[in-house]
Every structure is written in C-alpha cells, then in structure tokens.
C-alpha cells in the first residue's frame, strides 16, 4: 500500500474513532462550542453565556465528574422546538436558566443551587424530570420566572428544597399549577432546622405523599434525603444520627 494511502486510512479511521466514542465539545468559556444535532457537550466551571439550541435539535449536557461551586452563571434557549437532555453534574451558587418553549429532560446526574433556585424557567418550556437529583438551599428547586408558562413533569429523580415551596413562580412561590409527579419521582421539603434519625422521613413532606424518602447519610456522612439510589446533602442546622 502506498504512504498517501495509509495515511488516508489511518485520517478516516481517526475521524470514524471520534465520531464513534465521542469527544464531547467544551462548553468552557462564554461562547458555547457550535455542535451538530445528537451531540453532547461537556460544561466546565468557567461555562457561561447563552446555549442557543436550535429548532428540532438535541443537546446533551454532560460533564467529567461534579463541576462545583462556580459563581458563573449561563442560559440556556430552546426556542420554540429545541430539547436538552441534562446529563451533568453540577454544583452553582445561582442556578441555571431555560429559555423558550421547548424542552428541558434532567435524565441524570445534578443540578444543586446554593444561594438561588436551581432551575430558572423563562418562557412556556417543558421541564421534565426523569432522573437525577435537583436541590435548592436557599429558594426554590425550579422557579417559574415572571410568570412563564411551564409544564413541570416529575417522572423520576429526586426534586428537593429546603423550606415549604420547591416548585413555584418569582413573585409568590405559590406551586405552579401544570405539575405532575409521577411514581418513580419526589418532591421533597425539608425543614430549616432539627436532629433526626437515619431511614425515617420525619419532618419530609414530600408528593406523592407516599414516596419512599428518608434521612440518611452519604459516604461522606453527610446529612441528607435519599430516595432510592439518590441522595441530596442538606443546608441549615439539619444533623441526621445513626
């Protein structure tokens, strides 16, 4: 075979590994990488901006371990037919934002706001929860802002805050009226403070008020709710025993 030939093979080999098993463009900086539809994007802390996703696209969002406790904020656009699938872990002190009408899947990993609401929606988007865990310590889990139009469907995953109101609008925190929890997910509100015990569910008020949630402790014991194989640490003066 000639040199000019297998260098041709070996460039479409190498092109065929990348596009086979993936080398997720970075989001890391605030302009989004371009992506085709079906990519994944891997998010960094230094991630800010907007991601505009394209009519009938699908985004996913994924990330190499936790990104914590970055001070940046992004948005993120689905127009009106645009759909991501989250499949990050992500620890921010302000959230994230969802703009436009489409669709927004939390299908695994985190989103885990410190100081603000974990998802921020803008527009008539449809969240949809399906896995994962979505946690909030000081304002709501998911807030409808300004009075955005959501479906909020809660199909799996662990959704969580601290405080009476997980799911509501920026002026009221009433719960936005088009949600729907389903079985396999939860609701979860935790109090402020108070000492309980590991495996019980004082205290969690939670939809569907049968769901299976409980005090526990992580492997780092920390204190937190779990349910199933999901666990999200708590804020506040809240101290789970053994």
Do not use: C, H
Not at 42 to 55: C, F, H, K, Q, T
Not at 70 to 75: K, V
């Amino acid at each position: 075979m000639k040199k000019g030939s297998v260098q041709n093979v070996f460039v479409i080999f190498f092109i065929t590994f990348i596009v086979k098993f993936g080398y997720a463009a970075t989001w890391d900086s605030s302009v989004p990488p371009p992506f085709s539809n079906g990519e994944e994007l891997e998010i960094r802390a230094s991630a800010s901006g907007m991601l505009d996703v394209p009519n009938g696209f699908t985004v996913t969002i994924v990330s190499n371990g936790e990104v914590g406790a970055t001070a940046n904020r992004f948005e993120i656009n689905t127009n009106e037919s645009g759909t991501v699938i989250w499949r990050a872990n992500y620890r921010t002190r302000l959230g994230i934002t969802v703009r436009g009408n489409g669709t927004f899947e939390v299908a695994a990993g985190s989103i885990s706001a410190l100081s603000n609401s974990a998802i921020n929606s803008v527009g008539g988007n449809t969240i949809i929860i399906s896995g994962g865990v979505i946690s909030a310590t000081g304002n709501l889990a998911i807030r409808s802002v300004g009075g955005a139009s959501n479906t909020v469907n809660i199909a799996g995953g662990l959704v969580i805050a601290r405080g009476t109101a997980v799911i509501g609008d920026n002026a009221l925190n009433n719960v936005i009226s088009n949600v729907a929890v389903q079985t396999g997910g939860a609701l979860v509100a935790y109090p402020a403070s108070g000492t309980f015990k590991q495996g019980s569910r004082t205290a969690l008020l939670s939809l569907p008020e049968n769901a299976e949630v409980s005090w526990g402790l992580n492997e780092e014991m920390l204190s937190g709710v779990r349910f199933g194989n999901l666990f999200a640490p708590t804020a506040g003066a809240i101290r789970v025993e053994q």
